[in-house]
């Protein structure tokens, strides 16, 4: 854990806000003042204590109040194993329906993201089931898994609202498309869905090519969708879509629980092995 901290918490400190609410906060009005909304999540997961997955729904709360003390434009963004899927599932379900229920309360939206594939069967189910008597709440699917095709089809028949991203867990072939070709094709294919069929959508990828089919896309039809991207990743890209007139929302991860996150970050783009190699010379 020393090492962790001594090594990786600096570079990983790119992508997180801080530790604790206030530099969340501190983050999302410096990215409102450059013209974002922001997504804020608190860092944890695969929580199988009920009293700290209680605790979690505890500061999704307190984040969704502050959110609307300060007029940040923004909302919440929670994973399920945070608030008890996997160990707790009815509890999770009541824990999720306070948060969205605090949602609709301050008129916010509420986001569900996806995690690892023990997992997407049950957060698919839990969100078809928040989002009938909570139309506002959305959940992400990943492009990389080829479940998603039916699972966006299930949602969109239900009128639900997605995050389409390419997917950031290690997972087996036989679950995800295997090469990052055909997860692009794939995230196309179900982009284009979007554009036709749905509503409130969030495109979420850092990807130049996939974010001018979805400006082309765009071009041609009225959908409601914005962009969105992580904290310290293509700043330049944000700046230029705030610039072209499109909605664009930072995702902001705060919280201690850094560790897991700042792992899916560095292996997803090689760049980041060498940054963290370099540290240690
Ligand atoms: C708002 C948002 C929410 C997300 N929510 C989820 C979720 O709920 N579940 C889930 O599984 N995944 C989620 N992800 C992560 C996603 O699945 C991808 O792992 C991640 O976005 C990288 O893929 P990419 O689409 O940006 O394309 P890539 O092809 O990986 O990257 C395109 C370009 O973006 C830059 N880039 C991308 N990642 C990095 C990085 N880590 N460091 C430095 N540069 C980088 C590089 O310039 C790269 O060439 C989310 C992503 C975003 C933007």
């Known amino acids: 854990m020393v090492l962790k901290e001594r090594f ?12 604790d609410l206030k530099s969340a906060l501190e983050d999302a009005e410096k990215a409102n003042s450059r013209g974002a909304g922001v997504v804020v999540n608190f860092l944890g997961e695969e929580i199988t204590d009920p009293g700290m997955a209680d605790d979690s729904m505890a500061e999704y709360l307190r984040l969704q109040q502050a959110l609307y003390d300060k007029g940040i434009k923004g909302y919440a963004s929670v994973k399920l194993t945070q608030l008890g899927l996997g160990a707790d599932g009815e509890g999770m379900r009541n824990r999720l329906e306070k948060i969205a229920t605090n949602a609709d309360r301050l008129s916010q939206s509420l986001w569900i993201d996806m995690e690892g594939s023990a997992f997407t069967e049950k957060t698919v189910a839990a969100y078809l089931d928040v989002h009938r008597a909570h139309p506002d709440v959305g959940v992400a699917l990943q492009a990389y898994a080829r479940r998603s095709e039916s699972d966006l089809d299930s949602i969109l028949k239900e009128g639900g609202k997605v995050r389409l991203v390419k997917g950031a867990y290690k997972e087996s072939p036989g679950f995800v498309y295997p090469t990052k070709a055909e997860v692009s094709k794939n995230f196309e294919r179900l982009m284009v869905s979007l554009f036709e069929r749905g509503g409130g959508f969030a495109i979420a990828t850092h990807d130049h090519a996939l974010v001018d089919r979805a400006k082309s896309l765009a071009a041609d039809s009225h959908a409601d969708f914005h962009f969105e991207l992580l904290k310290g990743i ?48």
């Open 8 to 19: 990786v918490l600096p570079l990983a400190k790119k992508w997180i806000a801080g530790a």
């Open 234 to 281: 293509r700043d330049d890209l944000k700046a230029e879509l705030v610039e072209g007139g499109f909605k664009v929302y930072e995702y902001l991860p705060y919280g201690d629980s850094w560790w897991a996150y700042s792992k899916r970050r560095i292996n997803e783009h090689p760049s980041n092995i060498w940054l963290l190699l370099r540290s240690f010379i």
